[in-house]
Structures are given as structure tokens and as C-alpha cells.
């Protein structure tokens, strides 16, 4: 199984990338692709632009890369109860190519802050959305205070009781 897993976030220091990284690694005997958003560069979208320049390579390239994927692993960022600005503008772009950007893949959606609020806003409303999109949701979880739980020099959670709902989640995608 190939999985494709990424951070829906630009930070070079992305918990979510961190997090996403980590669950996917989980799933046993997967081949795991990793992306990093930088590589799609996009200009701020609007339907001016559009017209300027049609689909933005960028964003032909991030559907490229998801539709090698036979699951995905999104780990959402929060950015005020939102999806931070850089991937909204990549998504918009994507969805103006193919309004179904998860392209029916299965996946598992998860999200994480360094607050106990665990982006739990943003990750119900990509929740909420999915079914539009094509992400066929097989399971999710928001983790809380992520720099209290997962330990950064040991690339593991220092919280057993999370370990084992991230665990029990990524192996949805197997069934
Ligand atoms: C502009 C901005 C707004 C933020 N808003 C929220 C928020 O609404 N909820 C939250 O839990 N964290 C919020 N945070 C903190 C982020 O959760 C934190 O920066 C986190 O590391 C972002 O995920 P990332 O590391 O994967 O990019 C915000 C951070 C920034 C820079």
C-alpha cells in the first residue's frame, strides 16, 4: 500500500507533518510518501488570476502526488479555528482542476495543536467537507498539547493512551 501523508501547513517546524509522519509509519508494510506543501508554490488565488494563468502547476502537481496514493494521512493545522491561508490557497487552486482533490481515496484525518484545543475546530470543519471532496474518512483524531504528549528527540508519544488511539485509527486504512 502506498501512502501519501502530509501536514496541511507550510512551517518548516510542522507538528502536523510530525504527526502525520508518525501515523502513517505505523501502517505496516507501506511505502510512505511524505509531502512538503513548499514544494507547490501557488500565487494567491482569485479568478482573476485564474483567467491570467489557468491551472496553477503547483496545484496540478499536489493532485498528481495524491492520486499516486492508494490512502492518504492529513494532519490539519488550526490557524484562527481554520485551515492556515497557504493551504486553503493550495486547495482552492486544486479544486478549481478537480473539485474531487482526495480523488475517493480512503484516509485518516487528524489534526494537533500545542494547546489543549488540538485544532479540533479545523479538523471538524475538513470533516464536515470531505465528502465533497473525495476523502473517504475511515477514521480521526485530534491530538491535544502535542509538544506535552510527543516527544520530539524520540520521534514517539510519551502519552501511551494516545499512541494506542493513533495506532488504532491508522489501522482503519488497512481494512
Ligand atoms: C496565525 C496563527 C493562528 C493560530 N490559531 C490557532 C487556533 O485557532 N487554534 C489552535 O489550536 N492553534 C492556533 N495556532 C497555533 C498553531 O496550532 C501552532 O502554530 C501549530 O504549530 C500549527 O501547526 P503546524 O506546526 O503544523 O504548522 C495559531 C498559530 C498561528 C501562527
Known amino acids: 500500500m502506498k501512502i501519501v501523508a502530509f501536514g496541511a501547513s507550510t512551517s518548516s517546524t510542522s507538528i502536523n507533518k510530525t504527526l502525520a509522519t508518525y501515523a502513517a509509519s505505523l501502517v505496516e508494510g507501506a511505502e510512505v510518501k511524505v509531502l512538503d506543501l513548499n514544494q507547490y508554490s501557488v500565487p494567491i488565488f482569485s479568478e482573476d488570476k485564474e483567467k491570467e494563468i489557468g491551472q496553477a502547476e503547483g496545484a496540478k502537481a499536489f493532485l498528481a502526488d495524491l492520486a499516486d496514493a492508494d490512502a492518504l494521512v492529513i494532519s490539519y493545522a488550526e490557524h484562527n479555528g481554520s485551515y492556515p491561508a497557504a493551504y486553503k490557497n493550495l486547495f482552492d487552486w486544486a479544486s478549481r482542476i478537480d473539485r ?50 510527543f516527544d520530539l528527540e524520540t520521534g514517539a508519544f510519551r502519552d501511551q493512551d494516545i499512541a494506542q488511539q493513533v495506532m488504532q485509527i491508522v489501522r482503519e486504512l488497512a481494512k
Open 100 to 149: 474531487n482533490v482526495y480523488q475517493n481515496k480512503p484516509a485518516v484525518y487528524l489534526s494537533t495543536s500545542p494547546g489543549p484545543g488540538g485544532a479540533q475546530t479545523v479538523l471538524a470543519a475538513a470533516l464536515a467537507s470531505a465528502p465533497y471532496f473525495g476523502a473517504q474518512v475511515k477514521a480521526s483524531l485530534s491530538v491535544a498539547s502535542f509538544y506535552d504528549s
